[in-house]
C-alpha cells in the first residue's frame, strides 16, 4: 500500500482453484492462481446519498442457497445481485437486500422506545439453531446522529461466525432504512 501512494484503498487478495489443463475437466488437474490488487476506494453512494441514506429495497430475488456455495466464502457469481438491484433500481431505490429463503421463528422480547430497545428471540425454523437472543440498542449522539449497538447470545456457539455477517447487514440495514425515513 506504501508504495501505491493510496491514502485510501479497497484492497483484494484472491486464491482461486485455477483452471485444468485444456481439453480437462478434472478440478484435481487446475493449476491454483493467486490474484492481489488495490484500487482507490469507492464509496457506493454519492455525498447527497450519504448525508440521506439509501433507499433499501428487499429483492424477491433470492441469495444463492447456502446448500449452493457456503456462505463464508465468497461467491464470485454475481448474478442473484445483479438481478435484485435492477429490479431494485426500477422501483425507485438506490440499493438492494437479497434474502436467502431460510424461515426462522422470532418473538419479540422487548420493544421500549424509551430505552430505544428491541429484543428478539429465535429458534426453530431452517436454521440450526438452538436458541437466539438478539438486541438492538439506539443511543443518541447529538441531534442528527445515533449510534446502534448490537448484541447477541446464540447456541449453539458454533454458529456465532456464520451470523456475524448476516447480523453486520442487518444492522447496516437498519441504520439505512432510518436515514431514509428520517429524510421523508
Given at each position: 500500500?506504501?508504495?501505491?501512494?493510496?491514502?485510501?484503498?479497497?484492497?483484494?487478495?484472491?486464491?482461486?482453484?485455477?483452471?485444468?489443463?485444456?481439453?480437462?475437466?478434472?478440478?484435481?488437474?487446475?493449476?491454483?492462481?493467486?490474484?492481489?490488487?488495490?484500487?482507490?476506494y469507492?464509496?457506493?453512494?454519492?455525498?447527497?446519498?450519504?448525508?440521506?441514506?439509501?433507499?433499501?429495497?428487499?429483492?424477491?430475488?433470492?441469495?444463492?442457497?447456502?446448500?449452493?456455495?457456503?456462505?463464508?466464502?465468497?461467491?464470485?457469481?454475481?448474478?442473484?445481485?445483479?438481478?435484485?438491484?435492477?429490479?431494485?433500481?426500477?422501483?425507485?431505490?438506490?440499493?438492494?437486500?437479497?434474502?436467502?429463503?431460510?424461515?426462522?421463528?422470532?418473538?419479540?422480547?422487548?420493544?421500549?422506545d424509551?430505552?430505544?430497545?428491541?429484543?428478539?428471540?429465535?429458534?426453530?425454523?431452517?436454521?440450526?439453531?438452538?436458541?437466539?437472543?438478539?438486541?438492538?440498542?439506539?443511543?443518541?449522539i447529538?441531534?442528527?446522529?445515533?449510534?446502534?449497538?448490537?448484541?447477541?447470545?446464540?447456541?449453539?456457539?458454533?454458529?456465532?461466525?456464520?451470523?456475524?455477517?448476516?447480523?453486520?447487514?442487518?444492522?447496516?440495514?437498519?441504520?439505512?432504512?432510518?436515514?431514509?425515513?428520517k429524510?421523508?
Amino acid at each position: 500500500m506504501r508504495l501505491s501512494g493510496l491514502r485510501s484503498a479497497y484492497v483484494e487478495m484472491i486464491a482461486t482453484r485455477g483452471q485444468p489443463p485444456w481439453g480437462s475437466r478434472d478440478p484435481r488437474q487446475a493449476v491454483n492462481q493467486f490474484y492481489a490488487f488495490a484500487v482507490p476506494y469507492v464509496w457506493i453512494a454519492n455525498d447527497a446519498q450519504r448525508e440521506r441514506g439509501l433507499n433499501l429495497v428487499v429483492s424477491e430475488v433470492q441469495r444463492i442457497p447456502a446448500s449452493s456455495v457456503d456462505p463464508r466464502a465468497k461467491n464470485y457469481h454475481w448474478n442473484d445481485l445483479t438481478m435484485g438491484l435492477l429490479g431494485a433500481l426500477d422501483a425507485g431505490g438506490d440499493t438492494v437486500v437479497l434474502t436467502d429463503g431460510s424461515k426462522i421463528i422470532e418473538d419479540i422480547v422487548t420493544l421500549d422506545d424509551g430505552l430505544r430497545r428491541i429484543q428478539y428471540r429465535a429458534g426453530g425454523g431452517d436454521l440450526p439453531i438452538e436458541d437466539h437472543l438478539g438486541t438492538v440498542d439506539v443511543f443518541a449522539i447529538d441531534d442528527r446522529r445515533s449510534l446502534v449497538a448490537y448484541s447477541t447470545e446464540i447456541e449453539p456457539a458454533e454458529m456465532a461466525e456464520a451470523f456475524h455477517a448476516a447480523i453486520e447487514e442487518a444492522v447496516a440495514a437498519f441504520r439505512q432504512s432510518n436515514a431514509v425515513a428520517k429524510a421523508k
